[in-house]
């Protein structure tokens, strides 16, 4: 038989080619394995497709964990895949398997590879990692690959530290990048076919320059009736882009000509194909909501029940969640149908109404955001800042208070947030500050009596949505063909002068967008000359 880099037979794995893009990590325990057998659930998934598996059993005694581990080696040696053992360098030294994986409880790096080097194996080595810190130390003690997280709550591991979601994923991989920029590095912790394509997709630093390598899976695969099937479906995944980036182009810089020129046919196509703009929000604003979604040229729909979602994601159209009446279970019902529009590359809109008001709406943006993907989050600048983070924020409502950024730190934080989420970010306020991480745009237009009168917010959002939903590979544009229109149509609303007050001024406002609309329809682009934009680079 043929002789291994580890001196054992068989045809072992390169430690330096191994591929970490689907890494299995198995659980015995019966909520996750249930009644199946271990060693057949591995074969299955190996048989399916999983690049890597790693060996986690903390109940067994030493003597069933080799003969398991020898069992699953067997397998895996048949597959050429790599063999881990979690913690145990005992058990990986006596079975022959590829390597060890340590956590930060268990033996450094470099005394487990003096133990491996004095045995005359070349092992691989993971680290499980979820600082800066640590990073850089398993870097730099030699491991072979890092194991990122916790990136989600997960009940397969109960001695998390803390949760680090996609944006301590990302984070973690720039220090990644500049200590060993070619270090190989999974994501752990609540990893499932619901959001890995996500995942993988706002891991990547900004710049393009690191993604992360793999993903680690455990009750997706260890928990399904079928682990091959899983398996293969999770492959597929993990290989392919995910269905709501519609454009792998780069983009062009947008400037007042290029806005003026497209702005006008975005409306129009939006008025000949009437898309559904699904709105789950407050019951407050729902009228308001869906008169500005069909004065538009949309089709609106407004309904919370998340068992409609997969239907209503299937024609087309887009989905607005909105925050302003929040309960553990309306947020229940936000995250699935989120994931249903994610599945099939339906445009979401996120309004976090209030977020910063109350500890439950800051967890409640941290829960939405970590369930699903959003193209746009739009929200003032309390909101906005909650959305990236800040624990200091507190808000008396859903007012959006008194400004304490100047238009330069708005620029910079809602760039720097779209930059890290992969989105679309706008700030609301006296000037609104949009940006997709490269291009920003500042809009100086709209008008003071939007903010007296209720559900302004909201139903800027539902315009947002009803223009993404025909303009999806470019979000940005979208995003500021829809705020044009809204706020040009409030400012035309305001100047009539029938119009007294905020009474008088909604019904007005809602002519003025229709007037709008079907000006663009007749290619009447006079409405424009009210732009008031600066861009930023």
């Known amino acids: 038989m043929a002789q291994s880099i580890n001196g054992a037979s068989g045809p072992h794995p390169d ?31 190996v048989e399916g497709g999983v690049t890597i598996v790693q060996l986690r059993d903390k109940t067994s005694e030493t003597k069933d964990l080799i003969k398991i581990a020898n ?53 691989i080595i993971g680290a499980t990692v979820n600082t800066d810190a640590e990073a850089e130390k398993a870097c730099k003690d030699g491991a072979d690959y890092l194991g990122i997280g916790t990136v989600f709550a997960t009940p397969t591991k109960e001695n998390t530290k803390f949760i680090i979601g996609t944006a301590g994923l990302q984070h973690i991989l720039q220090t ?39 993903v680690a899976i455990v009750s997706a695969i260890m928990a399904a009736q079928d682990p091959k099937e899983a398996t293969t479906n999770l492959l597929r995944l993990v ?38 703009c699904h709105n789950m929000t407050n019951l407050v604003v729902q009228n308001i909501a ?18 409609e979602s997969a239907d209503l994601a299937s024609l087309g159209g887009s989905l607005v969640i909105n925050m302003g009446t929040t309960t553990p279970e309306v947020r229940a019902a936000h995250i699935a149908s989120v994931q249903a529009y994610n599945a099939v590359g339906g445009p979401v809109l996120l309004d976090p109404v209030g977020a910063g008001a109350t500890a439950s709406r800051r967890e409640g943006v941290k829960a939405l955001m970590a369930g699903g993907y959003f193209d746009v989050i739009k929200g003032n600048e309390g909101e906005i800042r909650t959305v990236a983070g800040d624990g200091e924020v507190k808000q008396r409502g859903v007012d959006s208070g008194a400004s304490t950024l100047d238009l330069q730190g708005r620029v910079t934080l809602v760039s720097r ?19 997709d991480g490269r291009r920003t745009v500042a809009i100086k237009n709209g008008h003071a009596w939007l903010g007296e009168i209720t559900g302004s917010g909201c139903t800027l959002g539902t315009a947002i949505a009803a223009v993404l939903a025909i303009e999806r590979e470019d979000k940005l544009l979208a995003a500021v063909a829809a705020i044009l229109m809204f706020e040009i149509a409030a400012e035309r609303a305001a100047a009539r002068s029938e119009v007294r007050g905020p009474g008088t001024f909604v019904p007005v406002f809602l002519d003025e967008l229709y007037a709008i609309r079907e000006e663009c329809v007749r290619q009447d682009h006079k409405w424009l000359e009210a732009v008031k934009m600066e861009f930023f680079d």
């Open 239 to 276: 290989k392919s882009p995910p269905p709501f980036v519609h454009s792998q182009l780069e983009l062009s810089n947008l400037n007042r000509g290029s806005i003026l020129a497209v702005v006008p046919t975005i409306i129009k196509r939006m008025a000949a194909t009437k898309p559904l």
């Open 176 to 214: 990644v990048h500049q200590i060993s920029p070619h270090m190989p590095t999974v994501c752990i912790g609540g990893i499932n076919k619901a959001n890995l394509q996500r995942v993988i997709y706002q891991s990547a630093t900004p710049d393009g320059s690191k993604s992360i390598d793999g």
């Open 71 to 123: 069992q699953l080696h067997e397998i895996c040696l048949a597959h050429h895949v790599p063999l881990i053992i979690n913690d145990r360098l005992d058990v990986a030294l006596a079975s022959e398997a590829e390597g060890v994986h340590l956590g930060q409880d268990d033996m450094d790096v470099s005394s487990a590879r003096a133990l491996f080097d004095a045995a005359g194996r070349k092992a």
């Open 290 to 307: 869906a008169n500005v979604a069909i004065c538009i040229g949309a089709s609106p729909i407004m309904s919370n029940n998340p068992a």
């Open 417 to 435: 947030i779209a930059r890290r989420e992969r989105n679309v970010i706008l700030m609301t306020g006296e000037t609104d500050v949009v940006s």
């Open 15 to 45: 430690r330096n080619v191994v591929d970490y893009s689907l890494y299995l990590v198995t659980d015995n325990t019966p909520a996750i394995l249930g009644h199946k057998n271990l060693v057949e659930t591995v074969k299955q998934a």
